[in-house]
């Protein structure tokens, strides 16, 4: 069964928008009549944008903004419920409506696309998953989007549809997968060396000390080559996770500093990718190999030829 085109059918439950109904629109050609384009959420339906809001009295000719294909957001203005004639406007759009407007067609192109798989995997229409699970959201929640999403938490938002069990496992499935949080790995590397007579067991205590910024996180706070070290956590939240390392960070710093230490930041807090933690362990062992090796070098430069 071939993925069906999700603008094939109606993503709202009404079949028409209303006048002044902001909507995602297509432009598809352009002519002495205007810009004729297609509503994107409404099944494709044809609208037209008058061409005079784009050109003027002296010059008829059509900006290179407006071009065939271009996606864009365009106010309802008329709708003609009979023939299902619609015209809209460009003009008296804000800001903050577009971003609305964009916001909303991208969260349910995401559903969209998601009942468009669960259609394949069951061999059940689109059109049918739209009108049983979209729509009966959309008029509950407001945003169908949003209400499957939260039913990652609440599985009773899924379980009233009146949907089969395969098909309402398909769509719990990808829900997981889309919305279930991702850990993420927050990473420092800073410097720290004490030199005075404190030396090392003043520098131990301080990293120790470090772990006083979360006792009950994955906080752990190694060595890669003297003088340098990394600290790292796991966290759902990078705020949350950053704000930790830098706490842990300020209390070595005043513990360092308290015995006539050095302390420096060579990268600060930030969250890194799955990928990027992978590299950078690579990193890590192999700076530490080196100084494994010189520690080696130096050993053997003391004991001298046998």
């Given at each position: 069964?071939?993925?069906?085109?999700?603008?094939?059918?109606?993503?709202?439950?009404?079949?028409?928008?209303?006048?002044?109904?902001?909507?995602?629109?297509?432009?598809?050609?352009?002519?002495?009549?205007?810009?004729?384009?297609?509503?994107?959420?409404?099944?494709?339906?044809?609208?037209?944008?008058?061409?005079?809001?784009?050109?003027?009295?002296?010059?008829?000719?059509?900006?290179?903004?407006?071009?065939?294909?271009?996606v864009d957001t365009a106010m309802v203005t008329t709708v003609d419920v009979e023939k299902g004639n619609m015209d809209l406007t460009r003009q008296g759009l804000k800001e903050e409506e577009i971003?609305?407007?964009?916001?909303?067609?991208?969260?349910?192109?995401?559903?969209m696309n998601l009942l468009a798989f669960a259609s394949t995997q069951c061999k059940v229409p689109l059109e049918e998953l739209v009108q049983t699970i979209a729509h009966p959201l959309t008029k509950e929640y407001g945003n169908a989007y949003q209400a499957l999403q939260q039913s990652n938490t609440k599985p009773e938002i899924l379980d009233d549809l009146q949907i089969s069990a395969e098909v309402k496992e398909s769509i719990r499935t990808q829900i997981q997968r889309m919305f279930t949080p991702q850990e993420l790995r927050i990473h420092s590397t800073f410097e720290a060396e004490v030199l005075t007579k404190a030396g090392v067991d003043a520098l131990r205590e301080a990293l120790v000390a470090g772990y006083e910024a979360a006792p009950d996180s994955s906080l752990s706070i190694s060595v890669i080559a003297p003088p340098v070290y990394s600290a790292a956590l796991n966290t759902l939240g990078a705020e949350q996770g950053i704000e930790i390392l830098n706490k842990c960070l300020e209390i070595i710093e005043e513990k360092i500093t308290a015995v006539g230490g050095r302390f420096n930041i060579k990268e600060a807090p930030k969250a890194i990718s799955q990928k990027e933690a992978q590299l950078l362990q690579q990193q890590m062992e192999e700076m530490g190999n080196d100084a494994n090796a010189n520690d080696d070098l130096d050993e053997m430069e003391r004991q001298g030829p046998e």
């Amino acid at each position: 069964m071939a993925t069906p085109n999700i603008h094939s059918v109606n993503w709202y439950p009404n079949d028409l928008p209303n006048p002044s109904d902001k909507v995602m629109v297509k432009i598809t050609r352009v002519d002495e009549l205007g810009i004729w384009v297609q509503l994107l959420e409404y099944s494709n339906r044809e609208g037209m944008i008058p061409l005079g809001q784009f050109t003027t009295r002296k010059s008829r000719k059509v900006p290179k903004t407006i071009r065939v294909g271009k996606v864009d957001t365009a106010m309802v203005t008329t709708v003609d419920v009979e023939k299902g004639n619609m015209d809209l406007t460009r003009q008296g759009l804000k800001e903050e409506e577009i971003a609305a407007n964009e916001k909303r067609y991208n969260d349910y192109k995401n559903l969209m696309n998601l009942l468009a798989f669960a259609s394949t995997q069951c061999k059940v229409p689109l059109e049918e998953l739209v009108q049983t699970i979209a729509h009966p959201l959309t008029k509950e929640y407001g945003n169908a989007y949003q209400a499957l999403q939260q039913s990652n938490t609440k599985p009773e938002i899924l379980d009233d549809l009146q949907i089969s069990a395969e098909v309402k496992e398909s769509i719990r499935t990808q829900i997981q997968r889309m919305f279930t949080p991702q850990e993420l790995r927050i990473h420092s590397t800073f410097e720290a060396e004490v030199l005075t007579k404190a030396g090392v067991d003043a520098l131990r205590e301080a990293l120790v000390a470090g772990y006083e910024a979360a006792p009950d996180s994955s906080l752990s706070i190694s060595v890669i080559a003297p003088p340098v070290y990394s600290a790292a956590l796991n966290t759902l939240g990078a705020e949350q996770g950053i704000e930790i390392l830098n706490k842990c960070l300020e209390i070595i710093e005043e513990k360092i500093t308290a015995v006539g230490g050095r302390f420096n930041i060579k990268e600060a807090p930030k969250a890194i990718s799955q990928k990027e933690a992978q590299l950078l362990q690579q990193q890590m062992e192999e700076m530490g190999n080196d100084a494994n090796a010189n520690d080696d070098l130096d050993e053997m430069e003391r004991q001298g030829p046998e």
